[in-house]
T-cell receptor, first 113, second 116 residues
Framework: DAGVIQSPRHEVTEMGQEVTLRCKPI?????LFWYRQTMMRGLELLIY????????DSGMPEDRFSAKMPNASFSTLKIQPSEPRDSAVYFC???????????FGSGTRLTVV | AQTVTQSQPEMSVQEAETVTLSCTYD???????LFWYKQPPSRQMILVIR??????QNATENRFSVNFQKAAKSFSLKISDSQLGDTAMYFC?????????????FGKGITLSVRP
């Protein structure tokens, strides 16, 4: 298996633009997590899904952020409109019920200028 | 809510020596899971070691071992025979359970530098 695949690896966008981050979990994993990493706040859980259904989105910072999982092999995290304070590394991770620990993707470094 | 505290922002160690990274956590749960993740400059998050709270024996993985003190809510990572490739950020993390409880709560991390 190729692991958790995130795209793009880097994204630079202008303030006010829409940004879409993509994630393909490991086949057979039924949990998918989106995390954001910044120097100030460390790794924060934004939202997670089980069997494509959002379970907990209490970490989503504001309405500008939205996440979807239309099927078991694809998820998106969208920011609209983007702001400079959204600059961070965004990680996607997946896991399987009954197992411990996640497999992380390589992350997307987002820079909003 | 669970919290994870890593109070040392940075540490440095000479190659081949031993270093211990500290972590404390706060929870009212009696059973849970603890993890150490490594994040090298490549940015990839790599699982180093994990500990189940119901197990009294400390986990070990080659040069990596933990000192789990449940009563003190302490979970430190010991790296023996440090290697240059151990240079990375290390994150301590807490998980309440599996399934619906499987979200990880991370500490702020510690930057470890191994000197040649």
């Amino acid at each position: 298996d190729a692991g958790v695949i995130q795209s793009p690896r880097h994204e630079v966008t202008e303030m006010g633009q829409e940004v879409t981050l993509r994630c393909k979990p490991i086949s057979g994993h039924d949990y998918l997590f989106w995390y954001r990493q910044t120097m100030m706040r460390g790794l924060e859980l934004l939202i997670y899904f089980n069997n494509n259904v959002p379970i907990d989105d209490s970490g989503m910072p504001e309405d500008r952020f939205s996440a979807k999982m239309p099927n078991a092999s694809f998820s998106t995290l969208k920011i609209q409109p983007s702001e400079p304070r959204d600059s961070a590394v965004y990680f996607c991770a997946s896991s399987m019920t009954g197992t411990l620990g996640y497999t992380f993707g390589s992350g997307t470094r987002l820079t909003v200028v | 809510a669970q919290t994870v505290t890593q109070s040392q922002p940075e540490m440095s160690v000479q190659e081949a020596e031993t270093v211990t990274l500290s972590c404390t956590y706060d929870t009212s749960e009696s059973n849970y899971y603890l993890f150490w993740y490594k994040q090298p400059p490549s940015r990839q998050m790599i699982l180093v070691i994990r500990q189940e709270a119901y197990k009294q024996q400390n986990a070990t993985e080659n040069r990596f071992s933990v000192n789990f003190q449940k009563a003190a809510k302490s979970f430190s990572l010991k790296i023996s025979d440090s290697q240059l490739g151990d240079t990375a950020m290390y994150f301590c993390a807490f998980m309440k359970g599996v399934g619906a409880n499987s979200k990880l709560t991370f500490g702020k991390g510690i930057t470890l530098s191994v000197r040649p």
